[in-house]
């Protein structure tokens, strides 16, 4: 008696494991049937393209996810981004077209950016907590202002004539590595004969991103900062009461999450030595999507960074697999939208189970 | 306490006139955008211009109608703009086979619309069992959906737009009910015999698509106010334990108004074929879903559920539809609409949230 009973409990448990845990085992089978099924899919080069061109994702979906643990949301972040570049990449060429060096130019173009572009946060936040507009209206308002404000500044042409160092940055390794010579050298690309092999190892770009993210991480996770994000989420009157300042906390989380959509602008437009309005539009969806895979929940006060940053491995594996495998990236919309859904389902299954 | 009393008189005669106000605000920023376009922009007043804006307003007229029903109870559809595409992929694809197998044109119409009207009332309905059923927040149920219609749409159309359909269909979706000429006279649905639509001095009125979604706009205005239906749905959006209690089936309920607006967004589909004559997916950059949501909050419903009218947020998409024709008008750079639209959905929740409504 007592050991079936503890036999149908070990079972729950091992299901609610799974359960809990489904995000990871879907990534580790999703990247098991595209090495098996794809050819050098499997390989140190692809593995790098996604921790390279999954930048802008990763970045806004840790926006998201803070946004999403106090209960509200960002819809505005992918403008954000579109925003970040336009304002980082004008600001260079200006700077470099009034006789300013080059590396100058960036720095301060870099400081501008990350400054004044987290004001578009600062003012969702003051409107969502002080006049109770709620987040989905002010955010969505908020991306057509970035939007309008983008397109005003490009006047209808990308930004062109970027310093050439703003390509070195954006796109350069931490580690070159001659095979033939055993030659390393750091962060600059050696000069070589044409044809000689180069391994270069770490992208420049995500270093920068994944620092910032674990800073984030760090916060969330070990400060009174997160603390206070997951007790709004949880019950904002309960918090409320508890003594935290929701207002403004509420003001920090979207200047947060509009500071790190510009740092994915700034990224952007080093990468692709341009600035776009509408970089991050194919990324906002996506972004939301990888939270809630990731085990967020949309009612508030649930959610991880690295349960979203897996979330983002899935999408991005997804999609560069079946690139890989020659299907069109039109199923990858079909599943991405099946994948949404059966996270939800097997997040209430777990919940429910639990209780 | 006679004092008291008194004050409460004196704030329901207040409120009586903010009553009138709340959740209408929209026909005021109408009137003063009217009022303002009229002395900035040239040919703003225009007969034609105005047949413009409602013309090019239909489709999100109707994906905010759709969209009125699902925010009045609380919820959200976010597939619309996707069930659109897709509707108007699917009809335009079985039009090219057909057409190309020479069947007779009133058929192959009647076929290809009823065929893709029931497959945007599938997705629509797929959501509703989503959210019925299994208790998915109505936002994770249509993003998943719309996810599914836009991969769909894309591999019908193989991301090119379906040409190749009878030329008639966009000759139908742009005619108007009457054309006028001085020496002429008038003529019902086509122009005049030798003349081309396109000629100057010839007096269009009413086009098509206003009778089109005229009719569409009855049909759910009678829904929403005078059945047992739209009763429920607001009260749904109101409380939702309540409506349990009262003996409201709640699960039907959900899937009946997620294939509503399902439906309607098909209809819209249905439309954009007519009008442009070649089906289109859609793409990310319009965003028919925010727009049409932004049209119903300016038209004052509440995304908390509860409160909204079908006819204030047809009033909702025409003021954004007027922004945009008033701004070109005045000379002001096109990007200033998405700045306009942004603000305008900001100042509609707040003058709600400070003349909250009362009854």
């Known amino acids: 008696m007592e ?227 997951y007790a709004i989420g949880g019950n904002a009157a309960s918090a409320l009461r508890a003594g935290v300042k929701n207002n403004l906390h509420l003001i920090k989380v979207y200047t947060a999450s509009a500071f790190l959509s510009s740092v994915g602008g700034v990224l952007y437009s080093l990468m692709f030595v341009t600035g776009k309005g509408d970089a991050g539009t194919s990324f906002l969806l996506d972004a939301i999507v990888a939270v809630v895979i990731g085990g967020a929940s949309l009612m508030g006060g649930k959610g991880t960074i690295r349960g979203s940053m897996i979330g983002c491995f899935i999408l991005i594996v997804l999609e560069n697999g079946l690139r890989m495998l020659g299907v069109s990236t039109f199923d990858k919309y079909i599943a991405v939208g099946v994948i949404l859904v059966i996270a939800v389902l097997i997040d209430k299954a777990t919940v429910k189970e639990d209780t | 306490m006679a004092t008291h009393l008194m004050s409460l008189d004196q704030n329901t005669g207040k409120q009586k006139i903010a009553n009138i106000f709340t959740g209408n605000w929209v026909y005021i920023f109408m009137f003063l955008a009217i009022t303002v376009f009229s002395f900035t922009g040239r040919g703003f007043l225009n007969l034609g211009n105005i047949q413009n804006i409602i013309h090019l307003s239909t489709i999100l007229i109707i994906l905010a109608v759709a969209e009125t029903f699902v925010i009045v109870t609380g919820g959200i559809d976010l597939s619309v703009g996707m069930i659109l595409g897709l509707t108007s992929v699917t009809a335009a694809k ?84 009457l054309y006028h000429r001085p020496d002429k006279g008038l003529s019902f649905l086509f122009p005049p015999e030798g003349l081309s639509r396109q000629s100057a001095d010839l007096f269009k009125l009413i086009p098509i698509s206003c009778i089109y979604f005229g009719l569409i706009l009855v049909v759910t205005i009678y829904l929403f106010n005078m059945t047992r239906f739209g009763r429920h749905i607001v009260a749904m959006g ?50 028919y879903e925010l727009f049409a949501i932004a049209g119903v909050v300016i038209g004052g419903a509440s995304l908390m559920g509860g409160r909204g009218k079908v006819i204030n947020s047809v009033a909702g998409v025409l003021l954004i539809g007027m922004l945009e024709s008033g701004l070109l008008a005045s000379g002001v750079e096109p990007y200033f609409r998405f700045i306009a639209v942004g603000v305008l959905m900001i100042l509609a929740v707040i003058m709600d949230n400070i003349f909250p409504d009362r009854n």
């Not at chain 2, 057409?99 to 959501?127: K, M, R």
């Not at chain 2, 836009?150 to 979706?173: R, V």
């Not at chain 2, 967004?265 to 859609?282: C, K, R, S």
């Open chain 2, 238 to 287: 109101g409380n939702v334990e309540a409506a349990k209690r009262a003996g409201i089936n709640l699960k039907n309920r959900y899937i009946k108004i997620y294939a509503l607006a399902g439906l309607l967004a098909g209809f819209a589909g249905v439309f954009d074929l007519f009008q442009v004559g070649v089906g289109n997916f859609t793409r990310f950059s319009a965003m």
């Open chain 1, 3 to 229: 050991n079936g009973l503890a036999k149908t409990g070990s079972g729950k448990s091992l299901l609610n494991a799974i359960g809990r845990n489904w995000a990871i085992i879907f990534l580790v089978l999703e990247v098991l049937f595209f090495s098996l099924v794809a050819k050098r899919f499997f390989s140190f080069p692809i593995f790098q393209i996604i921790l390279l061109y999954g930048v802008p994702l990763f970045l806004l979906a840790v926006a998201q996810t803070m946004v999403i643990i106090t209960g509200g949301i960002d819809l505005s972040i992918g403008f954000v981004l579109g925003l970040a570049s336009v304002v980082c990449s004008k600001t260079i060429v200006v700077l470099t077209g009034a006789g300013i060096s080059p590396e100058a130019a960036i720095a301060v173009g870099i400081v501008f950016t990350l400054v004044s572009c987290s004001i578009p946060g600062v003012i969702n936040g003051i409107f969502i907590s002080y006049f109770k507009v709620p987040p989905l209206i002010q955010t969505f308002a908020m991306f057509g202002i970035a939007h309008g404000v983008a397109e005003l500044i490009l006047g209808g042409v990308w930004v062109k004539n970027m310093p050439h160092l703003a390509n070195k940055i954006g796109n350069s390794y931490l580690l070159y590595f001659l095979p033939d010579t055993n030659h390393i050298s750091l962060l600059v690309k050696p000069v070589v004969e044409r044809g000689t092999e180069i391994v270069s190892l770490i992208p420049n770009v995500t270093i920068a991103a994944f620092v910032v993210i674990a800073f984030f991480n760090f916060k969330l996770n070990h400060t009174r900062f997160g603390r206070y994000t």
């Open chain 2, 94 to 177: 079985i039009m090219q086979l057909m057409y190309a197998a020479q069947y007779p044109l009133p058929f192959l119409i009647g076929c290809a619309v009823l065929a893709s009207l029931v497959l945007s009332v599938a997705i629509g309905s797929l959501s509703g069992l989503l959210v019925a059923y299994y208790n998915l927040p109505p936002f994770i149920a249509t993003l998943g959906m719309w996810g599914v219609a836009n991969g769909l749409a894309l591999k019908i159309s193989d991301g090119y737009p379906i040409s190749f359909i009878p030329p008639q269909l966009a000759e139908i979706g742009n005619s108007f009910l």
